[in-house]
């Protein structure tokens, strides 16, 4: 949606009694409940490999050690 669009639609919004106003909000919620519901569900398995090239090359047990000693300041 364009800013100009979005802005004037804030505006009417403004202009509504406190009753319509909640009145839009628990229709906008009850909206954008059924459109969050029609996602699939998701994986953590789609995350599998991402990173990896990241520590290539790095060793990890050094990497962790130094995390570790870290913590004790």
Same mark, same amino acid.
């Given at each position: 949606?364009? &800013? ?5 639609? #804030?505006? *009417? ?8 106003? =909640?009145? =839009?909000? *628990? &229709?906008?919620?009850?909206? #954008? ?10 994986? #953590?398995? *789609? #995350? ?17 050690? *130094? &995390? ?6």
């Amino acid at each position: 949606m364009p &800013e100009a669009n979005y802005n004037q639609v #804030i505006s *009417e919004i403004k202009t509504l009694k406190l009753s319509d106003q =909640l009145r =839009l909000l *628990e &229709e906008m919620a009850t909206l #954008i409940r059924k459109g969050a519901s029609k996602q699939a569900p998701r994986s #953590i398995l *789609e #995350i599998k490999g991402k990173g990896k090239d990241i520590w290539k090359g790095l060793n990890v047990k050094a990497y962790i050690d *130094e &995390e570790r000693s870290s913590w004790n300041g």
